[in-house]
């Protein structure tokens, strides 16, 4: 369900020189429907933050520190993660102890604690119900931590995307990494139904698994580049994305991929959704954002953004089932101090 805005320097480059121009705000919107059957009119609304870069995107269920909380992935004084009230609109912000730390992505543990990766730092980090951060340094020196998750064990997982390995923080604090390779830039990681931990390897095409105790395996997930992105359906498959493609993948390794609408050239966020399927974020070559719904067969619907240039890179569902999720803008030097809701 995630998406490294810097996985693919190369590609994003790209696309950030084709659009130059600004966004405009947006408010509760409307997408406009086409004649095509794919297509839902699903009701986005906008809100504005302060933040200047949301990204990880969590909806924590219970606990004293419960509802919809991003991260500020900044590399500035703003550093930060927030809890953000969708009724009032209004947010509070915990700046990072390390001035600058690039928090990444953000998970709740089994104790419904949140743990975050802060990549700049080198660090991962943890909000409890005293809203105090405690940092924890990873062992390997520029290791580029990027997504995090809860283990099958307590513990919680995460992506060292520079190094090529896997780290797991115990609740104390104590780290431990496993070398997945050089060059194979792991990215997005979650616990598979088989209790294993899974995640892209977005550097050498491959989709990894690696049980609790150590065992790696490694499978072949197409020719497409991966975006990074990973979730599992309720199909108990592994679903991710590519540039113009979205995978599913069993436990046992076998895969299918599906085409995603014409023109789609980028994808970002994925989510599980009902049914066995996925929502999948994607922008086309003409500038217009979406969601696309994709069933267990392959059949696809498509959730149009109100404003075009915008990819969803992070999404969460709170309890009354609506999508929220954090975007990333493809024209060169913007930031979007927005969150998008879908429902």
């Known amino acids: 369900m995630r998406f490294p805005s810097s996985a693919f320097v190369v590609g994003l480059t790209l696309a950030l020189v084709i659009f130059s121009s600004t966004v405009e705000d947006a408010g509760a919107v409307q997408p406009g429907c086409t004649p095509s059957t794919t297509t839902i009119c699903g009701i986005f609304t906008a809100y504005a933050v302060a933040q200047r870069v949301p990204h990880g995107i969590v909806f924590n269920p219970q606990g004293k520190i419960t509802g919809v909380w991003f991260t500020n992935s900044t590399t500035d004084d ?3 993660i927030v809890n953000f009230l969708p009724k009032t609109g209004r947010a509070k912000q915990y700046r990072t102890p390390t001035t600058g730390s690039e928090p990444g992505s953000i998970n709740y543990a089994p104790d419904y604690s949140l743990w975050f990766t ?10 409890v119900s005293a809203r105090v951060i405690t940092e924890f340094a990873i062992p390997t020196p520029r290791s580029g931590p990027f997504d995090i998750t809860r283990g099958p064990n ?22 431990k990494e496993y070398a997945v390779g050089a060059g194979t830039q792991p990215v997005d990681i979650i616990t ?22 150590g065992g790696l395996r490694q499978f072949h997930a197409g020719a497409q580049r991966l975006s990074g992105g990973l979730t599992v359906a309720t199909d108990n498959a592994l679903w991710f994305g590519q540039e113009s493609q979205v995978g599913r993948m069993t436990t046992s390794g076998k895969l299918t991929e599906f085409d995603l ?10 989510f599980g959704g009902k049914g066995g399927g996925v929502l999948i974020g994607a922008i086309k070559r003409n500038g217009q954002g979406a969601l696309i719904g994709v069933s267990a067969t392959g059949r696809m619907r498509e959730y149009d953004l109100p404003q075009k240039y915008l990819l969803p890179i992070e999404m969460a569902q ?14 060169k030097g ?10």
């Not at 802060?118 to 909000?127: M, P």
């Not at 609408?261 to 994925?270: D, K, Y």
């Not at 913007?334 to 429902?343: A, D, F, G, P, W």
């Open 261 to 270: 609408p014409s023109g789609t050239f980028m994808t970002g966020a994925v």
């Open 192 to 213: 598979g139904p088989d209790r294993a931990l899974w995640f892209t390897e977005a550097g050498v095409k491959r989709i990894g698994r690696l049980t609790i105790a």
């Open 154 to 175: 307590g513990n919680m997982w995460f992506t060292e995307m520079t190094a090529g390995k896997i780290g797991t923080v115990a609740p104390s604090g104590a780290i």
């Open 334 to 343: 913007v930031s979007v101090s927005t969150l998008y809701n879908l429902r």
């Open 318 to 331: 709170t309890a009354d089932g609506a999508y929220w999720m954090s975007v990333l803008s493809i024209k």
């Open 118 to 127: 802060e990549s700049r730092a080198n660090k991962v980090a943890t909000i």
């Open 78 to 80: 703003t550093s930060s």
